[in-house]
């Protein structure tokens, strides 16, 4: 990991973080309701975090990916679906 700060836009919007952290880091931090149970509507976490659930699917730059497998880098794309 570098460390190096670069933007991303998250939902259109653009966002500073560092380089190399893991997207879902990201996303808990910026985008809470991004994972929420569809129960209770609360907020919630990581489920596997290792790519096998496919609960964490994000569109990063025009594909459909599991950001527990993606990694921060300059200029990403990422959709989570919840301006939608």
Known sequence: ???REVRIL????AVNCTEGLPLTEVLSARAP??????????????????????ECAVEVDGRWTRACL???????NVRTGMAE
């Open 1 to 3: 990991m570098s460390g």
């Open 10 to 13: 998250l939902d259109g919007a």
């Open 33 to 54: 309701g991004w994972r929420y149970s569809p129960k209770l509507g609360a907020p919630r976490g990581m489920f596997c975090g290792m790519g096998l659930c496919m």
């Open 70 to 76: 993606e990694r921060v880098r300059p200029d990403m």
